[in-house]
């Protein structure tokens, strides 16, 4: 499974941004999807996550409420969408597929094996 992430860009704090990734190659048909992000000079950090089938879906605390992760199954397109934005939601956005996810599975980056390329999301206050 291929993973391409796209639509970061500059906003400015208390506005909005959508990031898409869309899965090529291999269907993404039973995968389910994760984002994460990664700030400079900190971990990589769980953001949000969707299975494929009932579409549960898995949030950090510090994006409920603001963050709304969907996905398009048609399309094999996982969505971000993320409101209120703050400047410490800076970073790089990874979205992230695995097969095989279930419990604490959902909230960690060594449970998934395909990773797109990243989009940088930056918030000026």
């Known amino acids: 499974v291929q993973l391409q992430a796209s639509g970061g860009g500059l906003v400015q704090a208390g506005g909005s941004l959508r990031l898409s990734c869309a899965a090529s190659g291999r269907t993404a048909s039973g995968y389910g999807m994760g984002w994460f992000r990664q700030a400079p000079g900190k971990e990589r950090e769980f953001v949000a996550a969707i299975s494929w089938s009932v579409g549960n879906t898995y949030y950090a605390d510090s994006v409920k409420g603001r963050f709304t992760i969907s996905r398009d199954n048609a399309k094999n397109t996982v969505y971000l969408q993320m409101n209120s934005l703050k400047p410490e939601d800076t970073a790089v956005y990874y979205c992230?597929?695995?097969?095989?996810?279930?419990?604490?599975?959902?909230?960690?980056?060594?449970?998934?094996?395909?990773w797109g390329q990243g989009t940088q999301v930056t918030v000026s206050s």
């Open positions: 992230a597929a695995d097969r095989y996810l279930w419990g604490s599975m959902w909230y960690k980056a060594s449970s998934y094996d395909y």
